[in-house]
């Protein structure tokens, strides 16, 4: 049965009441086939507008953070252009150092080198009187307009414990024709006699838009000879870094981690080191929240 033909009988399956381990098993194909032709396709009719407002909530949230950090930036490079005693180049290392405080990020991005250049050459930036001057001056900008107030810094090791990679790529599998180096392969169909096209599962995985997402919680996208993988911030350290710090956090952010917790028990997480993390939060946020009905 050609592929269109298999999507239309498979929607009339599920409209019929069939469940889609069913469909797909009557009609040979794996149960991800299915399910991504029943959400491609809309079976339930209901792209509804409840997904529709919350994916325009999503985009207007990411639009309102870049023009935040374009504001931002703009506000520090006016300031640093007062210093006459640094580069054009000086002057970029000073504003990219005070938003991460990552030395050889900010030199990489300053001077438009690879890593291992900026990973030397940015130590002895440090080592600059003036810059180290600058970068203070700066700092001291960010805390009186409370650019980088304590919510800002737990609320960003928040992103990055608990990010989703399904926020960053979609992955699953999908059935496609195999190829010769003619083109699709075609075969004979036993019960029809007709030529149909030759058709295989294989593992799919796509990277979304760089543009709708927070590069800052991405630590390394790269190309090889295997294909392209993504990596995101250590979640581990950042766990660490939270319990290290709940008294920083705000009743909102407790409360937000409390649901979070309830999210990792019920998914039934079994590593360790994550089972610690919880049972540190319940100690840490039982003392403060103790301290406070003292």
Not at 4 to 22: F, Q, S, W
Not at 29 to 40: E, M, N
Not at 157 to 167: K, N, R, S
């Amino acid at each position: 049965m050609p592929k269109n033909e298999k999507i239309d009988e498979a929607k009339k399956l599920y409209k019929a009441g069939k469940k889609l381990v069913d469909i797909a098993r009557e009609l040979g194909v794996p149960d991800g086939t299915v399910r991504r032709w029943k959400s491609t396709y809309d079976w339930d009719g209901n792209s509804s507008e409840r997904s529709v407002q919350k994916k325009a909530n999503a985009r207007l949230k990411k639009d309102n953070q870049y023009k935040k950090h374009d504001r931002e930036l703009q506000e520090l490079l006016d300031e640093t252009l007062e210093n006459a005693e640094l580069t054009d180049k000086q002057r970029l290392f000073c504003i990219y150092y005070v938003q991460c405080f990552n030395a050889a990020k900010a030199y990489q991005k300053a001077y438009d080198c690879n890593y291992k250049t900026s990973i030397v050459n940015a130590s002895r930036m440090l080592t600059n009187a003036n810059i180290k001057s600058e970068i203070q001056r700066l700092k001291q900008a960010h805390q009186n307009r409370e650019f980088f107030s304590e919510d800002d810094i737990f609320q960003k090791y928040i992103d990055i414990a608990f990010a989703d990679i399904t926020d960053y790529m979609e992955f699953g599998t999908e059935e496609v024709p195999v190829m010769s180096m003619y083109g699709p392969v075609q075969v004979t169909d036993e019960k029809t006699g007709k030529k149909t096209t030759l058709t295989k599962i294989v593992n799919v995985a796509r990277f979304k838009d760089s543009s709708q997402l927070d590069g800052t919680i991405i630590s390394e996208v790269k190309v090889g000879r295997d294909g392209a993988s993504i990596k995101l911030a250590d979640r581990m350290k950042a766990l660490e870094w939270l319990t290290e710090h709940m008294n920083m956090a705000t009743e909102e952010q407790k409360a937000k981690i409390a649901l979070l917790k309830a999210k990792v028990m019920n998914d039934d997480c079994d590593e360790a080191a994550d089972d610690g993390f919880l049972d540190a939060l319940n100690a840490s946020a039982a003392g403060d929240w103790s301290d406070e009905e003292d």
